[in-house]
């Protein structure tokens, strides 16, 4: 008898350690989806903040009565520099990002599938799908603008050639408009990607 009580404890213990594994796994997909979300919303905004300022900085300094081109070259590249490497940890975090979320969409999927009710099965993995076609939709959406934010930095980098070659020939020839554009687009996609990871919050915290 006694042996029989110690079975079952045992046999309960262990299917109660198994459904906490269970718990566990699944809590932890959606910890690290919440965190890669929170991460990458960090790097926008350091990235904001700091290209947003240089260009800004940048449009000042060139449009003051008689420039000093080589020191406003030069702020803007030491600027730059450091922007690109932001820019570089935005793209690691979004890929991140994708990943996490790929993994979190495959724990409701199997979670769902283990559901033996075929009728609440089909109930749990179709509210999956709404729930990944509407993710789908935000990811696209905010890659469109990590990828656009791509070419802006390609015109900064450009810009920073003229700059240069107008330092070097003492003359400013470079188009102080053309900087204001580069500074809009940026603003504009970079607010694209708040939106994007306001969605990611919204997914991870139901």
Not at 84 to 101: A, I
């Amino acid at each position: 008898m006694k042996q029989s009580i110690l079975l079952i404890l045992a046999v309960l213990l262990v299917f109660g350690s198994c459904k906490y594994k269970e718990t566990k796994s699944a809590l932890k997909h959606g910890d690290v989806l919440k965190s890669s979300i929170e991460n990458f919303e960090k790097d926008r905004k350091k990235l904001s903040t700091k290209l947003v300022a240089s260009l800004e900085e940048a449009e000042q300094d060139l449009t003051a009565e008689d420039p000093d081109l080589p020191k406003v070259s030069k702020d803007f590249e030491k600027d730059w520099t450091s922007i690109m490497k932001r820019y570089n940890d935005l793209q690691k975090g979004f890929d991140k990002v994708g990943k996490s979320s790929e993994a979190y969409f495959a724990k409701l999927d199997e979670l769902s599938n283990n559901i033996s009710k075929e009728s609440l099965r089909n109930e749990e993995l179709q509210k999956n799908q709404v729930l990944r076609k509407k993710w789908d939709k935000s990811y696209i959406e905010a890659k469109v603008s990590v990828n656009k934010i791509t070419e802006v930095l390609e015109a900064g980098n450009d810009f920073h050639m003229v700059l240069v070659a107008s330092s070097i020939r003492q003359k400013l020839e470079q188009n102080v408009d053309e900087l204001n554009v580069i500074a809009e687009q940026a603003k504009a996609l970079l607010g694209d990607l708040e939106a994007f990871t306001l969605a990611g919050r919204e997914l991870v915290e139901g």
